[in-house]
């Protein structure tokens, strides 16, 4: 049975059994409706204990087929053959998605960058709030899943950010392993404001994705599928994917910025291995047909994982996107995350009690249970 047009205060707790669509309210007042909310869309699919895995699409509203992709697996999901939980929610800035932006129209606020939010904030921080603060922390592992938008094309890959924590790498690096992208891209980058550290924070599991080229949404479907099946919320059936390519995106010099206004024409594709030096594009300025086009250059040797594509461009806009190889270190530490099952990945397990559909109770903390130690006998009289 599947119960529709559910609505969820920001405080309501979520089913843990059972099928159920809806949406989340936001509060927002407007002229046109004193006591209105932003109805964010919310599906719910629980079947006997086992872990949460929330699937966050949408967060750029201009990243359509994520969106649909989501969509696809919520309606594929049968709560009767689930160990454990899907939240699916797949217009994460509703406003931004409704209108096919990148940011919200709303507040002009990016939901990535949002991140702890603040529920006394603009809509996009009341969102944010509600994801890391009501959605993470009840859940054992994150997919924020991305797909091509109006402004960049990515190399198809799972992401992640790292992190100083040994523990917190491999957990990251196994779930990008089992989602099977074509390759992963590892950033050296700022987190506290995205995804990523809201899931740290709320003690959650986190990887991202970028996935285009020719079939995004099939390649984002499967990709989900496995890892619901690596955390054991589904049994079998879903085919295993190659040995991906494990990229590392660490300088400054990666990305490359537009210092001229025109039209961009990207002369490296995706996948392209370039030099420092090598011309990866050309800006021209149509309203001068007989100027030459300003060159783009790389700063660095690496792979395009990420270009604009043609369009306009303005100063300050990326244009192309760099990554290079992983060194010995990551690359022994992606043949570790490759043997993490997942009762060793999980940083803890939320039993979901399978006796209705009532609100979820308290979180149950902790790693996995250690092998207990024999107590060294006392000294005796």
């Known amino acids: 049975m599947t119960t529709t047009d559910c609505l969820f205060g920001l405080s309501d707790g979520l089913p843990q059994t059972g099928r159920f669509s809806g949406y989340a309210k936001i509060p927002y007042a407007s002229d046109k409706s004193a006591y209105g909310f932003i109805p964010l869309p919310l599906a719910v699919v629980g079947g006997s204990a086992g872990p949460t895995v929330l699937l966050i699409a949408g967060s750029f509203g201009d990243e359509i087929e994520s969106q649909i992709a989501v969509a696809c697996v919520a309606r594929q999901l049968d709560p009767a ?9 797949p217009m994460a800035n509703q406003p931004a998605a409704q209108a096919g932006t990148r940011n919200s129209p709303i507040d002009g606020r990016n939901l990535n960058r949002s991140y702890p939010g603040d529920v006394s904030g603009t809509p996009t921080n009341v969102i944010a709030d509600y994801i890391e603060r009501h959605l993470m922390s009840v859940s054992d592992v994150v997919l924020d899943l991305h797909s091509d938008g109006a402004s960049l094309r990515y190399l198809p890959c799972a992401t992640l950010i790292h992190n100083a924590d040994p523990d917190v790498r491999a957990q990251r690096l196994a779930a990008a392993l089992a989602f099977g992208a074509p390759s992963i891209l590892v950033f050296h980058s700022f987190e506290e404001r995205n995804s990523s550290g809201a899931a740290k ?8 994705t970028e996935i285009g080229g020719p079939a995004p949404i099939a390649t ?7 890892v619901l099946q690596w955390a054991g919320v589904v049994r079998g059936g879903v085919a295993a994917a190659p040995q991906p390519v494990v990229r590392v995106a660490r300088q400054d010099k990666d990305f490359i910025y537009a210092l001229n206004d025109g039209f961009f024409e990207p002369t490296a594709l995706l996948g392209d291995e370039v030099d420092a030096e090598d011309v990866v594009g050309l800006i021209h300025d149509p309203s001068r047909p007989l100027s030459d086009p300003v060159i783009v250059k790389a700063a660095c040797e690496g792979t395009v994982v990420c270009t ?9 806009d990326c244009l192309v996107h760099l990554a290079g190889p992983a060194d010995a270190a990551l690359a022994a530490e992606v043949a570790m995350a490759q043997e993490m099952s997942w009762s060793r990945a999980m940083p803890r397990q939320r039993q979901i009690m399978a006796n ?10 902790g790693r996995v249970a250690k092998r207990p130690v024999a107590k060294k006998p006392k000294k005796g009289r």
């Open 308 to 316: 604009r594509g043609a369009s306009l461009a303005s100063r300050g």
């Open 220 to 226: 984002t479907v499967a990709g989900i599928m496995r």
């Open 81 to 89: 053959s689930l160990n454990g939980r899907v939240i699916i929610l």
């Open 356 to 365: 209705g559909p009532a609100s979820a109770g308290k979180r149950t903390r």
């Open 201 to 208: 924070r709320a003690g959650a599991i986190r990887i991202a």
